[in-house]
């Protein structure tokens, strides 16, 4: 029920914006995350977005990346500018905190190349 979308290759300093869909309008009643997982490497919050709008980022995308939901269209979204190699993994949206999180679906492939 949840999708997310947009990835892709950039090159550094390049930027992308991926997009969550909530068949199930999961959203409207949950704060929402968007997480990433690197080969190897454990899942990780990237950022989460309360159901009041506040909004909470890792240090180490804080500002690069913007965090953003749109009630209406029952979607998530995640502006990710001024992209760097470390940030290459999959990402997921779901809902926060991580233990409330449920069915990740196959998320969206980021890579940034040098």
């Known amino acids: 029920q949840l999708q997310a979308s947009g990835g892709g290759s950039v090159q550094v300093g390049g930027s992308l914006r991926l997009s969550c869909t909530d068949s199930?309008?999961?959203?409207?009643?949950?704060?929402m995350a968007w997480y990433r997982q690197a080969p190897g490497k454990q899942r990780e919050l990237v950022a989460n977005?309360?159901?009041?709008?506040?909004?909470n980022y890792s240090d180490s995308v804080k500002g690069r990346f913007t965090i953003s939901r749109d009630y209406v269209k029952n979607t998530a979204y995640l502006q990710m500018n001024s992209l760097k190699p470390e940030d290459t993994a999959v990402y997921y949206c779901?809902?926060?905190?991580?233990?409330?999180?449920?069915?990740w679906g196959q998320g969206t492939q980021v890579t940034v190349s040098s």
């Open positions: 779901n809902k926060w905190p991580l233990a409330y999180a449920r069915g």
């Open positions: 199930k309008r999961i959203f409207s009643n949950n704060h």
């Open positions: 977005i309360f159901r009041g709008g506040g909004t």
